[in-house]
């Protein structure tokens, strides 16, 4: 155990990490892909070893299920899982590596300052009793507006890929010569 960690969870942030960074950096996009798959199932785990089943299965249903299947769908529809030909930086990335400096740095120090003073001798405090019915009520009830709103996102994002998969027609612009096969001859 290292600072209280078991080996078990440092095995799963490391496979996450690993997963999000070959997501990031890796080239093709199929890789990207599956390397997203592995850092979703990574969340998941780190999910059911906290005790939030839920959440875990959750992930596991919505995101491995639903999310990475659809974005390898739309990557294989969209003829962009081949290797790209320009360059894997572009010329933004020391502003891209400031941002995310500067949000990793916001998010470690809003997780230090949530820590009790002294973890050892703090008890923790009771967590509710939260069942996936009452979940359920919650978002039929208090938070259905938001459910409606995650329903439309959701509906625009697949009605935008399907027309990024629709393949391109090429229309005869007004005035243009179609016979430009008899007018280059001559006839």
């Given at each position: 155990?290292?600072?209280?960690?078991?080996?078990?969870?440092?095995?799963?942030?490391?496979?996450?990490?690993?997963?999000?960074?070959?997501?990031?950096?890796?080239?093709n996009l199929v890789h990207c892909a599956l390397s997203l798959t592995v850092?979703?199932?990574?969340?998941?785990?780190?999910?059911?070893?906290?005790?939030?089943?839920?959440?875990?299965?959750?992930?596991?249903?919505?995101?491995?299920?639903?999310?990475?299947?659809?974005?390898?769908?739309?990557?294989?529809?969209?003829?962009?899982?081949?290797?790209?030909?320009?360059?894997?930086?572009?010329?933004?990335?020391?502003?891209?590596?400031?941002?995310?400096?500067?949000?990793?740095?916001?998010?470690?120090?809003?997780?230090?300052?949530?820590?009790?003073?002294?973890?050892?001798?703090?008890?923790?405090?009771?967590?509710?009793?939260?069942?996936?019915?009452?979940?359920?009520?919650?978002?039929?009830?208090?938070?259905?507006?938001?459910?409606?709103?995650?329903?439309?996102v959701l509906t625009v994002a697949l009605i935008g890929a399907v027309i990024?998969?629709?393949?391109?027609?090429?229309?005869?612009?007004?005035?243009?010569?179609?016979?430009?096969?008899?007018?280059?001859?001559?006839?």
């Amino acid at each position: 155990m290292i600072f209280g960690l078991s080996a078990v969870f440092l095995l799963t942030a490391a496979l996450t990490v690993a997963g999000a960074l070959a997501a990031a950096l890796l080239k093709n996009l199929v890789h990207c892909a599956l390397s997203l798959t592995v850092t979703f199932a990574g969340l998941a785990l780190l999910y059911l070893q906290l005790d939030a089943q839920f959440a875990g299965f959750s992930q596991i249903l919505v995101y491995i299920g639903a999310v990475a299947i659809l974005v390898v769908f739309a990557i294989l529809l969209t003829r962009g899982a081949g290797i790209p030909e320009y360059r894997g930086f572009s010329s933004s990335w020391l502003a891209c590596l400031v941002i995310a400096a500067a949000v990793f740095a916001l998010l470690a120090w809003s997780v230090i300052r949530s820590l009790p003073a002294n973890i050892a001798t703090s008890v923790a405090p009771a967590v509710p009793a939260v069942s996936v019915q009452s979940i359920g009520a919650a978002l039929m009830s208090t938070y259905v507006l938001p459910l409606e709103i995650v329903a439309v996102v959701l509906t625009v994002a697949l009605i935008g890929a399907v027309i990024v998969a629709m393949p391109e027609t090429r229309t005869p612009r007004i005035g243009a010569d179609t016979s430009g096969a008899e007018t280059s001859s001559g006839k």
